[in-house]
């Protein structure tokens, strides 16, 4: 069946169409055509084949637990909930267009001006949920979210699949977003045999400040399938004006796969700038799948990614693999890219799969002061450690960070994991404010295992290395890498260590330095 509401405040005329509502007649001044769903309502049009339900007026809201349903149960396609009004909407309730059949879900469609959503008034607290699952073989509907304005976010949007049928996709559009910690944005394919995740996008024209919250996309299946059945992730795809994350923690943006599929993409990228200080932002693989890749990007500003010492949270930007799949890439690419305290970009298999690389590129100042960027391979049977590749301005890496590249294992067809540091002006590092500069390397590239280590390449016109310490080492029979310093112009090497030596049976590297004066 259909549901067509609608809400007036002059009179004109509201003309039934074949697919929606023609109320362009209407003239909206503002709460006068409001329309509210109260006291526990049902708008329900579930059936063989999903109902449709058009809504339409200057505000619309669902005040405390109310539910609006257009699920379809056999082999006819669902049919959709638009909800297009010219003012707010406000989301106090559950909205579902689910398929258990053969035919596909139904499309959630909402344009307002602006949105909020938050906690049901149901006793509990529960999230307020928008949803379009398919259970079956036939497709899951999308979920399509557009304002004009700005978007408060206290609750789930989810698609998903649990069976053959592939999920749909969550598209958001908005002036502004802000997300709480009960904000959950879910693409999900669970089950063997599971068709394909659906792909998250949002994009801001202005600024996403994100308190806490989730953004997931996985793939997964249950105890006793078979993984390597299961279906791909979907990506997620962010683009705002401008991103920050506050110091509350429990932020998320997350692709992982433990099936034969692969991992989906992230790619965060703004106009200006990025400042994360607390969370993690993650690609994952533990089966055959590949994970997917990790992108920052800033086209005309700076990324920032630090840690709040008061609430002891830390921005974490990492790739894992523990299977046979490889873990995904990193990249960061901004103007300027500034990573301090005890934040970390990390690249790391324990398992067949090797270690993602990681490539940072600022086309003005890196700037390292503290915090960790690691690719690691851990285990004797896993695959290669990364490569880490910092290109930059100026380079400046002191206060205590690390940069390393480290494998245990002991297949000799791994390729090492290195470390490049280039900047086409000057690369600065310094441990010099350090009670013990010299404790902990700088730079280091080390294997525990039969395979080859990685080599450490620094090359600039001024390279300035004060109280550091830069080690390519190895203990056991794999072989040490090089280590190549590079000073076009100008070579400064004070009260530093640097070494490419063994403890083991594999013979130590080569160092290798050369400057102007």
């Not at 953004?215 to 390597?228: F, Q």
């Not at 993650?282 to 086209?299: C, E, F, I, K």
Request: no cysteine.
């Amino acid at each position: 069946g259909r549901l067509n509401l609608a809400s007036v405040g002059s009179a004109g005329e509201v003309a039934l169409l074949a697919d929606g509502i023609d109320n362009s007649g209407i003239t909206y001044n503002g709460i006068v055509e409001s329309f509210y769903l109260t006291g526990v309502s049902t708008l329900d049009v579930n059936g063989e084949g999903g109902g449709t339900i058009y809504i339409r007026g200057g505000q619309f809201s669902m005040g405390g637990d109310e539910t609006i349903t257009a699920n379809t149960e056999g082999a006819i396609d669902g049919g959709v909930v638009d909800i297009n009004v010219a003012g707010s909407v406000g989301i106090q309730g559950i909205i579902t267009a689910n398929t258990s059949g053969s035919g596909t879900g139904g499309d959630v469609s909402i344009s307002v001006q602006s949105v909020n959503f938050s906690e049901r008034n149901d006793g509990i607290g529960g999230q307020s949920l928008i949803e379009t699952l398919a259970e079956s073989s036939g497709d899951a509907g999308s979920i399509s979210l557009t304002a004009v304005g700005g978007i408060n976010m206290e609750s789930t949007l989810r698609v998903g699949t649990e069976s053959t049928g592939d999920a749909g996709n969550i598209s958001i559009s908005a002036g502004s977003m802000y997300v709480n910690s009960l904000g959950e944005i879910t693409s999900s394919t669970r089950g063997e045999g599971a068709g394909a995740g659906g792909d998250i996008n949002i994009d801001v024209d202005g600024l996403i400040d994100w308190q806490a919250g989730k953004i997931r996309a996985g793939t997964s299946v249950l105890n006793g399938e078979d993984p390597a059945l299961g279906g791909p992730a979907g990506d997620i795809t962010i683009t705002a004006g401008e991103f920050k994350v506050e110091s509350v923690g429990g932020f998320s943006i997350s692709t992982s796969t433990s099936t034969g599929g692969n991992g989906g993409d992230i790619l965060l990228e703004t106009v200006s700038d990025i400042s994360i200080d607390a969370g993690t932002i993650s690609s994952s693989t533990t089966a055959g799948g590949d994970g997917g890749s990790v992108t920052l990007r800033s086209l005309t500003g700076s990324i920032t990614l630090k840690d709040d010492q008061v609430n002891e949270n830390s921005a974490e930007i990492f790739a894992r693999a523990s299977g046979d799949g490889n873990a995904g890439t990193i990249n960061i690419e901004a103007v300027t890219v500034d990573i301090e305290g005890v934040a970390s970009v990390s690249a790391r298999t324990t398992g067949a799969g090797s270690a993602g690389d990681i490539a940072v590129n600022a086309t003005g100042l890196f700037d390292m002061s503290g915090g960790t960027i690691d690719s690691i391979s851990f285990g004797d049977a896993s695959g290669s450690a990364g490569t880490i590749a910092v290109t930059a301005g100026d380079v400046s890496i002191t206060n205590n960070a690390r940069i390393l590249v480290s494998t245990q294992s002991d297949n000799l067809t791994n390729s090492p994991g290195r470390i490049d540091i280039r900047g086409t002006q000057s690369v600065t590092i310094d441990n010099s404010n350090l009670f013990n500069p010299l404790e902990n390397p700088v730079l280091s590239a080390t294997t525990t295992g039969a395979s080859a280590g990685g080599g450490i390449l620094i090359d600039a016109p001024d390279v300035d290395i004060n109280q550091s310490r830069i080690q390519s080492s190895t203990n056991s029979a794999g072989i040490a890498g090089n280590i190549d310093v590079s000073g076009g112009d100008t070579l400064d090497v004070l009260g530093s260590i640097i070494e490419a030596g063994t403890t083991g049976t594999g013979n130590g590297g080569s160092i290798t330095l050369s400057g102007g004066d």
